[in-house]
């Protein structure tokens, strides 16, 4: 089995590399060939996976010879060659939006609609970050008591901008700490000590198009068009885990307790929720933690039998690599993908 | 007029100064006497009031020969002295939350509720923060089109635990800025690059008692029970100024356009709201500023009619001193407290 990954060298796909050689080592995705491709820019450079030094490879302007390609190269690159990448009979499991909303590009969470996944035609997208790491938790709770509205506030890390994001607000919040003023090139505006809130374009309807994600991308993995959803999306300056308080209006009435053992059994959540043991989600605790924490689950002061909760996942785990690497061991389990010749890497680069 | 302010060396006591000299200086508050109190350990330092300078004294345990007293010393401080303060005729204006769900003690924002400073009983309270700044926004919409049901979520500076809260932002970024790890005193967790949902102490329901603030304080501000309001208080690594996303369901239906027509003319608010302008409310703008931003106005996506928006002001002017002084000014614009016996500074020290 070939997996190959478009963007190696950003920050998603750092987490790729680390999020495979963990799955490989465990037996979950079993590979015998990695191909790591990037821009001209970065192409030449060394990636070590396993021990093994790899080469990074200029993306292709054709078909990759790999059973699934993870591309986190960006909207316009996927839009423009995704298509061609597949010629040969590989799945693209993309982590842009480029594709996210047609009708016969499946849109997957495995936890929720991992079974959508089979049907791709040779692309599955990946979801949105912040929409990845609310659903987990929102998804088991619109299954049994069936959520008929969603408020959702987001605090987002600057790791939604890529690496380079976070290097200016490490870099920037240096010049400030030193009595200089921040500058800007990721951002609006300057991200040290500030609060954003504007990530990606705006709509005519007011909201930006990340917010609007938050809506669209939630109603299709959920399967429920009729599901209202508010969201503010608001970048704060942090390194990576983004964090959303969020309110439900319920169908059916639940109390946070039928709530905190619901959750305490989904797949891809850990509830943290004692406020007398001070627990409850951070991205201080939940950076690089594979599972989205859960926690400050409370009766809702606005609907009736409706419930608030917070949530903090981290962006570049369940809301990129790992949600993307989850999409091809799903596809794997039900023999939708190439199997291993060995659990250990054999060829490691094309 | 003989103005008192007790708790004179803190964050609050600072912005205190100066919003009084700014108040002076333009006629809008007048006063001839302006006295400093502290803690023992801060007593007999020197502060600088319109070019002079006064020495801090400790504040009394027995009446203070003044008008109005500004107190911001903490609730215990308050809770303790704050009726032998006023036992030679003052008013004390208190920045604590130890009377403001008192029945006789009104709970002002001027440009809300001003007349309710008129009916004091030697105690006027200032509003928690986030509600302060949050009401000037909402009580217009609410006198208008009538809120039914809010949904805040905020987004809370350290200089909500006032000066050190400020300090240990920035100590402690820097300490990790150079690969160290953070440590805390003031907040519950390390702060810098971090989110955390738990500010005040966690009431019974699940809510934390700033959460619970922001419900119980607009009703009383607003003089509406019935306004059902569910929060999430989240404190963040920026210095001064809270934002907060509200979503407002409405009894009226209204449009963004609307909103933004109301607003523009309402007291104490400045409408930020130009998304193709890159311009919307954040802290980088709203720190020092009197009046709260308020922009993203939107129509909202989970209530028909319904509005969501989001709000910036500054903590400690409109979220405390600015506040408080303006409540003295109103009380005198009404004939409420001694007049000035010339508008500069006679006597400047007890």
Redesign the interface.
Known sequence: MRVAIVGATGAVGHELMAVLEKSQQEGKLKFDELQLYASPRSAGSKLTFAGKELTVQVTPDGPIDADVILASAGGSVSKALAHKWIQNGAVVIDNSSAFRYDADVPLVVPEVNGEAALRHKGIIANPNCTTAIAVVAVAPIHRKYGVK???V?T?QATSGAGQKGMDE??EQ??VV?HGGEASHKEF???IP??????IDV?QD???TKEEMKV?WETQKIIGDDSL???C?A?R????RTH?E?I?L?LAKPAT?AEIRELLSTAAGVEVRDD??G?L?????TATRKYDVEV?????????DGGI?L?V?GDQLLKGAALNAVQIAEYLQAHGALGGAVSPQLSAVSP
């Open positions: 509205r969603m408020i506030s605090y607000l490490l919040t240096h700490l609006v505006h300057p000590f500030n609060v954003i809130p504007h705006f309807n007011g909201y809506q209202k959803i508010s503010t608001v704060i300056p942090t390194l964090s308080a309110t209006d946070p406020p007398e001070k409850y989600p951070m991205p201080l926690g400050r689950i409370r009766e809702s002061l606005v609907f608030d917070f903090s």
